[in-house]
């Protein structure tokens, strides 16, 4: 037993010797692992995600930066708020990759993003998403990448499953992905960038995009592959360049990048499109005018009697918690030195104020003929204006400068460290409200126009080329405003007046760089070819855009203010008219991307009526038009409910609620009115020498000079109930001008296509004979001399149309929607069971129903089962209590639009 020891110490020695070796080689094999890792195989892959905020990209996830900290962006991040519960991200490649390690930076902004609770990485085996083996890490711990090792895959993706801690969202700033050894070479990863418009004699900003595996240049070359005319780049063999063409007519470029066989390519569509006319349209002011019509009485009435008044005792409530006249008031005390107290509610607060005032203007327009309860209305908010314009004016300093949760704090103006606080955006509502004032009162009150140019001054002022400021707002409206109002100024008092305010409002669009797509600032404004962000942001952006191109003619402004229409029309709009698909926040998803609960926002929908409208001025053209009708009659004139007391922030295709009184976030409760009830100028738009008729509803509107003579304009019309449509001109003197009828074409978008076709005119006379008038740009053009009493009679069909959308848009494929004239219609639950199916053979048929939801034309049928079918107007959705609905408790689907045709 003694010879056992040095047996037994030979033997521990033999086993220290070779658990040594095993070391080495497992540190070899790893140091080899750690040198071949150091390729990041997510360079040349595209990632997607369950969602991704508006204010964040998922670019972001693989741009190889280098955080410092989780709380800093750097280069950008990837998030998404609102999202609760368990999210992902992913990559794809194009063919399998090797790995078995990926690094991950997590972001905390230390507020609606914190740390995850847990992860998990998945690969993709061919049949389904499995977890890796042995993962070892999945750390969520901040300010660091977070290594994870696991047995080598094999796969073409791999996604990575974020938990929450189920009260923040999650959120990324970096996502590594290394190469094992074993992956094979790849070509790089190239991006021409997205399909555009020009407008001849401007230029296209090319911005492509090239990965590489081992991030090394390669050589770059742009080209033409089809076209009618030339194509001359700046610069061919850079990825940024730019682009002109020879000739109207669609081109493809090609952006090709690296040496075959490892040589990767894109391409991009241009259409190239002929300049507007020289000059543009006029908008008609609002001024005082008669409704008769069965629908938009009805509607203005719920509007002027009980909506406006409900909003102004919102505001005018001392406590109010969102913000109202109190902010004013204690503004204007600290102004006068006196005790006050804080700023409530958002910085924005003012908006609403604002808006509810023009709002008010507006209202005050329209003709009572004699309904005392609108008198009475009416009255009241006279003596509303006579309280609240004082108090306004009050909280004004010095200078002009006018913004509440500024002068209650000590944020510095215009500074980028509070671009987020809605300067311009206040500012920008404040004119507007000032404008229609002065409409209201002919001029005879000047006390808000003169504030208004005032505060337009200080901003003049201050920003601006250097020495000035340069600057930009997080929220756009001051673009919008500053030109109506310089228009206005120069329509008042001269010729150039107003001038300055336009050139602020293009110097504030030029600003915009440098920021995100959440603002529209990511790049600047003339290199913006595709809809992204926040939806009102966005409307009100390229409104703005629109105004400028046409108040001065700039060709590069008006090709970025088409492309992003050609972009939102044909491939991020709803059948409703509205935008904002709401999965990025409160604001527009992937092309194609339309899914039924639609964020739909109130007020994008009024920015997108600004747009539309604005590019009906600028081309001469029907299709603008046509579209400004379907939004305002489908996305927007159902936001306030038939009484005139509850509204919709969001309008989503399949509604699960009802309407409220008040939100937290109250900027809708006046843009709403004052939008509905600006009808005269969606309805008119005048030249020169021509008047424009783009709506048709029962009315008397003061159009002002025509030809150099004033013109009224007398609809006599139950549209959108029937197609019969009575129009009475009446000019000051016997004068020979241009009238211009919408031919509606109810299939402007690329996106959805209808049966059978319903567009244009089914007859057209003037004083009793058939007319042959000439067409032009969607509009019968009728040119004589116009005395009054001459009646134009015209017939639109209106026909039930079943409405499909593109294979490209996943939510509506197998379904239908119908349509009859501009209107759209709504499925209700509490008339069948929105589960069935509705045939593409079963007849269909409309029916006037003069007591349901205020007198609405139905659609009736039968679906597949053989039960009763019966559609409502979208607009009238939701109008009908919990109770009557079989809901007590408003849980589940109200109302849907998109019904299963299979």
Same mark, same amino acid.
């Given at each position: 037993?003694?010879?056992?020891?040095?047996?037994?110490?030979?033997?521990?020695?033999?086993?220290?010797?070779?658990?040594?070796?095993?070391?080495?080689?497992?540190?070899?094999?790893?140091?080899?692992?750690?040198?071949?890792?150091?390729?990041?195989?997510?360079?040349?892959?595209?990632?997607?995600?369950?969602?991704?905020?508006?204010?964040?990209?998922?670019?972001?996830?693989?741009?190889?930066?280098?955080?410092?900290?989780?709380?800093?962006?750097?280069?950008?991040?990837?998030?998404?708020?609102?999202?609760?519960?368990?999210?992902?991200?992913?990559?794809?490649?194009?063919?399998?990759?090797?790995?078995?390690?990926?690094?991950?930076?997590?972001?905390?902004?230390?507020?609606?993003?914190?740390?995850?609770?847990?992860?998990?990485?998945?690969?993709?085996?061919?049949?389904?998403?499995?977890?890796?083996?042995?993962?070892?890490?999945?750390?969520?711990?901040?300010?660091?990448?977070?290594?994870?090792?696991?047995?080598?895959?094999?796969?073409?993706?791999?996604?990575?499953?974020?938990?929450?801690?189920?009260?923040?969202?999650?959120?990324?700033?970096?996502?590594?992905?290394?190469?094992?050894?074993?992956?094979?070479?790849?070509?790089?990863?190239?991006?021409?960038?997205?399909?555009?418009?020009?407008?001849?004699?401007?230029?296209?900003?090319?911005?492509?995009?090239?990965?590489?595996?081992?991030?090394?240049?390669?050589?770059?070359?742009?080209?033409?592959?089809?076209?009618?005319?030339?194509?001359?780049?700046?610069?061919?063999?850079?990825?940024?360049?730019?682009?002109?063409?020879?000739?109207?007519?669609?081109?493809?470029?090609?952006?090709?990048?690296?040496?075959?066989?490892?040589?990767?390519?894109?391409?991009?569509?241009?259409?190239?499109?002929?300049?507007?006319?020289?000059?543009?349209?006029?908008?008609?002011?609002?001024?005082?005018?008669?409704?008769?019509?069965?629908?938009?009485?009805?509607?203005?009435?719920?509007?002027?009697?009980?909506?406006?008044?409900?909003?102004?005792?919102?505001?005018?409530?001392?406590?109010?918690?969102?913000?109202?006249?109190?902010?004013?008031?204690?503004?204007?005390?600290?102004?006068?030195?006196?005790?006050?107290?804080?700023?409530?509610?958002?910085?924005?607060?003012?908006?609403?104020?604002?808006?509810?005032?023009?709002?008010?203007?507006?209202?005050?327009?329209?003709?009572?003929?004699?309904?005392?309860?609108?008198?009475?209305?009416?009255?009241?908010?006279?003596?509303?204006?006579?309280?609240?314009?004082?108090?306004?004016?009050?909280?004004?300093?010095?200078?002009?400068?006018?913004?509440?949760?500024?002068?209650?704090?000590?944020?510095?103006?215009?500074?980028?460290?509070?671009?987020?606080?809605?300067?311009?955006?206040?500012?920008?509502?404040?004119?507007?409200? +000032? /404008?229609? @004032?002065?409409?209201?009162?002919?001029?005879?009150? $000047?006390?808000?126009? #003169?504030? !208004?140019?005032?505060?337009? =001054?200080?901003?003049?002022?201050?920003?601006?080329?250097?020495?000035?400021?340069?600057?930009?707002?997080?929220?756009?409206?001051?673009?919008?405003?500053?030109?109506?109002?310089?228009?206005?100024?120069?329509?008042?008092?001269?010729?150039?007046?107003?001038?300055?305010?336009?050139?602020?409002?293009?110097?504030?669009?030029?600003?915009?760089?440098?920021?995100?797509?959440?603002?529209?600032?990511?790049?600047?404004?003339?290199?913006?070819?595709? +809809? /992204?962000? @926040?939806?009102?942001?966005?409307?009100?952006?390229? $409104?703005?855009?629109? #105004?400028? !191109?046409?108040?001065?003619? =700039?060709?590069?402004?008006?090709?970025?203010?088409?492309?992003?229409?050609?972009?939102?029309?044909?491939?991020?709009?709803?059948?409703?008219?509205?935008?904002?698909?709401?999965?990025?926040?409160?604001?527009?998803?992937?092309?194609?991307?339309?899914?039924?609960?639609?964020?739909?926002?109130?007020?994008?929908?009024?920015?997108?009526?600004?747009?539309?409208?604005?590019?009906?001025?600028?081309?001469?053209?029907?299709?603008?038009?046509?579209?400004?009708?379907?939004?305002?009659?489908?996305?927007?004139?159902?936001?306030?409910?038939?009484?005139?007391?509850?509204?919709?922030?969001?309008?989503?295709?399949?509604?699960?609620?009802?309407?409220?009184?008040?939100?937290?976030?109250?900027?809708?409760?006046?843009?709403?009115?004052?939008?509905?009830?600006?009808?005269?100028?969606?309805?008119?738009?005048?030249?020169?020498?021509?008047?424009?008729?783009?709506?048709?509803?029962?009315?008397?509107?003061?159009?002002?000079?025509?030809?150099?003579?004033?013109?009224?304009?007398?609809?006599?019309?139950?549209?959108?109930?029937?197609?019969?449509?009575?129009?009475?001109?009446?000019?000051?003197?016997?004068?020979?001008?241009?009238?211009?009828?919408?031919?509606?074409?109810?299939?402007?978008?690329?996106?959805?296509?209808?049966?059978?076709?319903?567009?244009?005119?089914?007859?057209?006379?003037?004083?009793?004979?058939?007319?042959?008038?000439?067409?032009?740009?969607?509009?019968?053009?009728?040119?004589?001399?116009?005395?009054?009493?001459?009646?134009?009679?015209?017939?639109?069909?209106?026909?039930?149309?079943?409405?499909?959308?593109?294979?490209?848009?996943?939510?509506?494929?197998?379904?239908?929607?119908?349509?009859?004239?501009?209107?759209?219609?709504?499925?209700?639950?509490?008339?069948?069971?929105?589960?069935?199916?509705?045939?593409?053979?079963?007849?269909?048929?409309?029916?006037?129903?003069?007591?349901?939801?205020?007198?609405?034309?139905?659609?009736?049928?039968?679906?597949?089962?053989?039960?009763?079918?019966?559609?409502?107007?979208?607009?009238?959705?939701?109008?009908?209590?919990?109770?009557?609905?079989?809901?007590?408790?408003?849980?589940?689907?109200?109302?849907?639009?998109?019904?299963?045709?299979?």
């Amino acid at each position: 037993m003694k010879d056992a020891k040095p047996f037994n110490f030979i033997v521990s020695l033999f086993i220290l010797s070779a658990i040594s070796l095993l070391y080495a080689s497992v540190a070899l094999s790893n140091s080899s692992v750690q040198t071949e890792s150091s390729v990041n195989l997510a360079l040349i892959t595209e990632p997607s995600s369950s969602r991704v905020s508006g204010d964040t990209s998922l670019s972001a996830l693989n741009d190889d930066s280098a955080p410092n900290t989780s709380h800093v962006r750097g280069k950008g991040s990837y998030g998404n708020w609102p999202a609760r519960g368990t999210q992902w991200v992913q990559y794809d490649w194009s063919k399998p990759i090797s790995t078995q390690k990926i690094d991950v930076y997590w972001w905390d902004d230390r507020r609606g993003v914190r740390l995850p609770a847990a992860c998990r990485l998945l690969y993709w085996d061919g049949k389904a998403f499995v977890p890796v083996k042995n993962a070892l890490g999945l750390g969520v711990e901040k300010d660091r990448f977070n290594t994870t090792t696991f047995e080598e895959v094999s796969t073409s993706r791999l996604r990575l499953e974020i938990d929450s801690d189920g009260q923040y969202s999650t959120g990324i700033l970096e996502w590594k992905v290394y190469d094992s050894g074993n992956s094979p070479d790849f070509p790089p990863v190239v991006q021409a960038g997205v399909d555009r418009v020009v407008i001849q004699g401007g230029r296209t900003w090319l911005n492509g995009t090239v990965k590489t595996l081992r991030g090394d240049s390669v050589p770059v070359v742009w080209s033409k592959i089809s076209g009618p005319g030339n194509v001359a780049f700046a610069k061919a063999d850079s990825v940024e360049t730019t682009a002109t063409f020879s000739e109207p007519g669609t081109y493809v470029l090609n952006l090709a990048a690296g040496k075959a066989p490892l040589q990767g390519s894109s391409k991009l569509t241009v259409n190239v499109n002929a300049p507007p006319p020289a000059t543009h349209l006029h908008p008609v002011d609002t001024i005082r005018y008669k409704i008769d019509s069965p629908l938009w009485s009805k509607r203005a009435k719920a509007l002027i009697v009980n909506w406006i008044p409900h909003c102004i005792t919102k505001i005018a409530d001392p406590e109010v918690r969102e913000g109202g006249i109190n902010n004013f008031i204690d503004a204007a005390k600290k102004l006068a030195g006196q005790e006050h107290g804080p700023h409530r509610g958002y910085v924005f607060s003012n908006a609403w104020v604002y808006n509810t005032i023009e709002s008010i203007c507006v209202a005050l327009m329209v003709d009572p003929q004699g309904d005392k309860e609108i008198t009475n209305a009416q009255n009241q908010m006279r003596a509303t204006l006579e309280d609240w314009i004082p108090k306004i004016l009050a909280a004004q300093e010095p200078d002009g400068y006018l913004q509440t949760a500024f002068t209650l704090s000590n944020r510095r103006r215009w500074s980028p460290e509070f671009r987020g606080d809605h300067e311009g955006y206040v500012a920008g509502y404040f004119l507007e409200c +000032a /404008v229609s @004032h002065y409409l209201l009162t002919n001029g005879k009150d $000047a006390r808000l126009y #003169d504030a !208004a140019k005032k505060l337009a =001054d200080c901003w003049c002022d201050n920003i601006g080329p250097a020495p000035k400021k340069e600057w930009y707002d997080g929220h756009q409206a001051m673009e919008i405003a500053l030109v109506r109002f310089g228009r206005f100024v120069n329509d008042r008092e001269g010729r150039g007046r107003g001038d300055k305010y336009i050139a602020l409002a293009k110097f504030l669009l030029d600003c915009r760089r440098d920021g995100s797509e959440y603002d529209q600032s990511h790049v600047p404004v003339v290199r913006q070819y595709e +809809a /992204v962000g @926040h939806a009102v942001r966005a409307s009100y952006s390229y $409104a703005g855009m629109a #105004d400028v !191109a046409m108040e001065t003619g =700039d060709v590069d402004y008006l090709s970025a203010t088409m492309s992003l229409w050609d972009n939102m029309v044909h491939r991020k709009y709803y059948v409703t008219g509205g935008i904002g698909s709401g999965e990025t926040s409160e604001g527009f998803g992937p092309d194609y991307s339309l899914p039924h609960d639609a964020y739909c926002e109130s007020c994008s929908s009024c920015g997108l009526i600004f747009m539309q409208h604005k590019l009906n001025m600028i081309w001469h053209d029907a299709r603008y038009a046509d579209l400004y009708e379907e939004t305002l009659y489908n996305a927007l004139l159902g936001s306030i409910d038939l009484e005139g007391k509850n509204f919709y922030y969001q309008n989503p295709l399949d509604s699960r609620q009802n309407r409220y009184d008040w939100h937290g976030c109250p900027c809708c409760v006046g843009n709403i009115p004052r939008t509905l009830l600006m009808l005269p100028t969606w309805m008119y738009s005048k030249s020169d020498n021509g008047l424009y008729v783009n709506l048709f509803a029962g009315s008397t509107v003061q159009v002002g000079k025509v030809a150099g003579t004033d013109v009224e304009m007398v609809q006599s019309t139950d549209y959108p109930w029937s197609g019969d449509v009575q129009i009475t001109v009446n000019p000051a003197s016997e004068t020979n001008f241009d009238i211009y009828i919408r031919m509606p074409n109810r299939s402007v978008s690329d996106l959805y296509t209808a049966s059978p076709v319903s567009d244009g005119l089914s007859s057209i006379k003037i004083n009793g004979n058939k007319a042959a008038p000439a067409m032009q740009n969607g509009y019968a053009v009728l040119h004589r001399t116009w005395k009054a009493g001459d009646r134009i009679a015209l017939t639109l069909p209106m026909k039930i149309q079943r409405i499909k959308g593109i294979d490209k848009i996943e939510a509506t494929r197998d379904r239908v929607a119908l349509r009859c004239g501009p209107l759209l219609y709504s499925f209700e639950r509490v008339d069948q069971n929105l589960d069935n199916i509705l045939p593409s053979d079963i007849p269909l048929k409309t029916e006037w129903k003069p007591e349901l939801l205020e007198g609405v034309i139905v659609i009736r049928g039968s679906w597949a089962d053989g039960s009763d079918l019966m559609a409502i107007p979208n607009y009238a959705r939701n109008n009908r209590s919990f109770i009557e609905q079989g809901d007590r408790r408003g849980r589940g689907l109200l109302s849907s639009v998109w019904m299963k045709d299979r």
